[in-house]
């Protein structure tokens, strides 16, 4: 029998689903979270900014926020890939829906090995980690009947 998972990911989570076909609700696998993903830029770095001497322009701040933003994400994205390529490897599924939120999905795949994303059956740039699991599965309504 095929396992089709259901992967909802958003920067502060993720909930790896398995679908049971037809008329079923999905089942909770496995859930992973990210709390530094709700943190402001500012939270995330203890250190104060720095000031660095620019040729012949004098004085600029050095802003690493974005940067630590960035990281936490970065992190978390190689996580889910981290996950997911070791369910693959041990048989867990057999093909795989990914729905993350705009630019958060990218990452995602961009951290699967080649194995793992051929996987892939469906993905989806929407953000639907805070839904209901019946909106989850309205929303892939389509894909799951093809």
């Known amino acids: 029998m095929v396992k089709k998972w259901i992967i909802v990911s958003s920067k502060i989570g993720s909930r790896f689903y398995e679908y049971e076909g037809p008329g079923k609700n999905l089942k909770l696998v496995k859930s992973l979270e990210n709390p530094e ?7 995330l770095n203890s250190d104060s900014q720095g ?6 322009s004098g004085k600029f701040s050095m802003n690493n926020e974005q940067d630590a933003k960035s990281r936490v994400v970065e992190k978390f994205a190689k996580e889910i890939a981290g996950e997911l390529d070791m369910s693959r490897k041990a048989g867990s599924f057999s093909s795989l ?9 990218g990452q995602i795949l961009a951290n699967l090995d080649s194995k793992t994303s051929d996987a892939i059956f469906h993905k989806l740039n929407k953000d639907l980690f805070s839904k209901k699991d ?13």
């Not at 000031?51 to 012949?56: C, E, K, M, P």
């Not at 829906?97 to 999905?105: A, K, T």
């Open 51 to 56: 000031t660095a001497v620019s040729q012949g």
């Open 37 to 43: 993903g709700k943190l402001k830029n500012s939270d």
């Open 134 to 146: 019946s909106e989850i599965l309205d929303s892939l309504k389509n894909v799951l009947t093809t």
């Open 97 to 105: 829906i990914l729905v993350s939120e705009p630019g958060f999905l």
